[in-house]
């Protein structure tokens, strides 16, 4: 077995990846809005309020990881 030496390891280079900037804020945009999203269901939904009405599934689901990240709850 024959180790690589520095040199033969620097020739397999990779190249990047380049996004134009149309695509890059398509991606920033849905990112955002999946985060705002989460964001809702954890730390502002609280059933009595829900955009689901008076339904407190998501609530009772995530209650415990709302205690764990500090959002109070009742």
Known sequence: ??????A???QAAT???V???SRSL??????ALLALLLYYFIGI??????IFGSDSHVHEF??????????PCH
């Not at 939904?45 to 829900?50: L, N, R, T």
């Open 1 to 6: 077995m024959s180790a690589m030496s520095g």
């Open 8 to 10: 033969e390891s620097s």
């Open 15 to 17: 190249t990047p990846l």
């Open 19 to 21: 996004l134009p900037i």
């Open 26 to 31: 398509v991606w920033l945009g849905g990112t």
């Open 45 to 50: 939904d609280q059933g009595a309020v829900s």
């Open 62 to 71: 995530i209650h415990d990881g709302r205690h764990f990240l500090g959002f």
